[in-house]
């Protein structure tokens, strides 16, 4: 090949190759969106006992119907400074989807400070949270169930995830309490725990 063909060649390629490499396809196109209100996957709800424990023991449960920090509602416990109480079936968690999902409770606790005029910021000793999903009873003493039970101590620090597989429309999650007897602190310095809670669709 002579030299002149091979700079017209290396012309024609240093031509095309700029004009290949930016050569792409644009189609635009727009579409609307608006949002729409859905029910929530979980929900919690007074259980069979709530109301005989809210009207003899202090146990309250505060629903919000909306929150932009995914607060769904407060818990109170109530407390005697020389009694021990028993609650079961006070609050059901149910489900609203007919997809099986995987849900997650975990439960928190957190740090106590002791408060020497007033009591202390600690749940008294022996105060538990249980969660099954078979319905609770009380045989002397002692908070039973026929099914599997998750139980998290509230008296001291800590946290734990517990989970419950393939929960759907009709699954219900039971939640009974025992709260112990001593003095606590009230106002901000009060005990406090804490449920957060998630649902993923399987």
């Known amino acids: 090949m002579n030299r002149k063909m091979m700079l017209v060649l290396v012309a024609v390629v240093?031509?095309?190759?700029?004009?290949?490499?930016?050569?792409?396809?644009?189609?635009?196109?727009?579409?609307?969106?608006?949002?729409?209100?859905?029910?929530?996957?979980?929900?919690?709800?007074?259980?069979?006992?709530?109301?005989?424990?809210?009207?003899?023991?202090?146990?309250?449960?505060?629903?919000?119907?909306?929150?932009?920090?995914?607060?769904?509602?407060n818990i109170t416990l109530g407390v005697m400074t020389n009694e021990t109480i028993y609650e079961v079936n006070v609050l059901d968690i149910n489900f609203t989807s007919s997809m099986p999902g995987t849900f997650n409770v975990t439960i928190n606790v957190p740090s106590a400070k002791t408060d020497a005029a007033s009591g202390s910021s600690a749940f008294p000793a022996s105060t538990t949270i249980y969660l099954s999903e078979t319905p609770f009873t009380i045989s002397g003493t002692t908070i039973s169930n026929s099914g599997p039970v998750y139980s998290f101590s509230l008296a001291s620090p800590?946290?734990?995830?517990?989970?419950?597989?393939?929960?759907?429309?009709?699954?219900?999650?039971?939640?009974?309490?025992?709260?112990?007897?001593?003095?606590?602190?009230?106002?901000?310095?009060?005990?406090?725990?804490?449920?957060?809670?998630?649902?993923?669709?399987?």
């Open 14 to 73: 240093a031509t095309v190759l700029p004009a290949v490499a930016v050569a792409d396809v644009l189609v635009v196109g727009f579409s609307g969106g608006t949002g729409v209100q859905v029910q929530p996957l979980f929900y919690i709800q007074p259980g069979s006992n709530y109301m005989a424990a809210n009207m003899s023991v202090g146990f309250g449960w505060h629903a919000r119907s909306s929150s932009e920090s995914e607060v769904i509602g």
């Open 158 to 202: 800590g946290s734990e995830t517990f989970t419950f597989d393939d929960v759907a429309h009709g699954t219900t999650i039971y939640v009974a309490f025992e709260i112990g007897s001593g003095s606590i602190s009230s106002g901000t310095s009060a005990p406090s725990f804490s449920l957060s809670m998630s649902e993923s669709i399987n």
